[in-house]
């Protein structure tokens, strides 16, 4: 199900001159926190028609300074993307198009029109006369949610010697228990929110996924972050259609290389944060799960340890101004070798580009 959203057909692109459209930039930091991939839909797609829209989505929750094209022609006219309902771009917004010379224009409909022989797998599913009754079935959604997370589990290795495991988190600190249940809250909000994407993408009625997946959410007893996410989603439902919704990479793809607690005060207990280091990027969280911060190789980022060796100081650019961390922890140490390491790795790879 999940591979059913994937492009299987698509028209050659013709060359032509003039007006390019700007690619929209990559947002990296996922609300549920997949640091260093794009979802894994097409942002570059677009599609042929747009059907008009009964309500009009909230301002509060629409990304107006962004904008994409389709990717689809049963998409719809918005995109739900790293947790933004972005509005699509080209096929009726007469506005947009005023804005172009003719140039623009023509090299724009000329894309559009490429467009229309895009075929993806689901949409071959959801055609009246093959539909199947079987995707109607609440019972099939919840039993592939908990296959996937049964699957995800066994990959992190958390279900390998169970009486082993809960013995060794009992044993643990407060914070670091925390950090478990925060990996544990982004598997299973993860695999709730492509199941919605899925979902919606086999035309399920939009008030029995909202209803199932609450009930799963429940059960599942996600934290206030995660819970949030799902609801944002949820709540954006009526303006979504077909493949719409952009998956997210599931955690075992979103390799993290190491996992630290930090404070950014000494002795405060209560200040802790989360310090990961995944390939491509550094990501800082607090205890919820949420992304304070994202370091990546154009942060122009340095590291130093302390003379005490109990603290490190990260140096970035923050739009073109020179910032200095500071973060305390008994791993100073660790957190600055693995550091100095990724950093080191970035370079060499982005010396062999």
Not at 218 to 240: E, I, K, P, V, W
Not at 329 to 346: E, F, G, N, P, T
Request: charged share 25%; with cysteine.
């Amino acid at each position: 199900l999940f591979k059913a959203n994937r492009l299987i057909s698509t028209p050659e692109p013709k060359p032509t001159s003039g007006f390019k459209r700007k690619q929209m930039e990559k947002t990296c930091e996922c609300v549920i926190g997949a640091p260093e991939w794009e979802s894994e839909s097409d942002t570059g797609s677009v599609g042929c028609t747009e059907e008009p829209m009964k309500s009009k989505p909230d301002e509060s929750s629409l990304q107006t300074d962004m904008r994409i094209l389709r990717k689809s022609a049963s998409a719809g006219s918005h995109r739900f993307i790293n947790g933004k309902l972005i509005p699509c771009d080209g096929v009726t917004n007469s506005e947009n198009i005023q804005n172009h010379t003719p140039s623009e224009v023509s090299t724009t409909a000329s894309t559009i029109s490429t467009a229309c022989t895009r075929v993806y797998l689901y949409e071959a599913l959801v055609q009246p006369k093959h539909r199947s009754r079987l995707w109607d079935h609440m019972q099939f959604w919840e039993d592939t949610f908990f296959d996937t997370v049964a699957q995800e589990r066994d990959m992190m290795g958390l279900d390998q010697a169970p009486m082993e495991m809960l013995e060794k988190f009992y044993n643990l600190t407060p914070t670091e228990k925390r950090i478990l249940q925060c990996q544990e809250d982004r598997l299973l909000a993860t695999c709730l929110y492509n199941l919605i994407g899925c979902m919606l993408m086999m035309k399920v009625d939009r008030e029995a996924i909202r209803t199932r997946i609450r009930r799963i959410q429940a059960r599942c007893r996600l934290g206030s972050y995660f819970s949030n996410t799902l609801s944002h989603l949820l709540d954006q439902l009526q303006y979504l259609e077909g493949n719409a919704v952009d998956l997210l990479p599931t955690v075992t793809r979103c390799n993290c290389l190491h996992t630290f607690h930090v404070q950014k005060s000494s002795g405060n207990s209560e200040d802790c944060k989360i310090f990961e280091i995944y390939k491509n990027c550094i990501i800082l969280r607090d205890l919820t799960g949420a992304i304070i911060n994202r370091m990546d190789c154009n942060s122009s980022l340095g590291v130093m340890l302390s003379a005490d060796e109990h603290a490190i100081v990260l140096t970035m650019k923050r739009n073109g101004v020179d910032v200095a961390e500071s973060y305390y922890s008994h791993q100073a140490r660790q957190i600055y070798d693995a550091v100095k390491i990724w950093l080191d790795s970035v370079r060499e790879q982005a010396g062999n580009l």
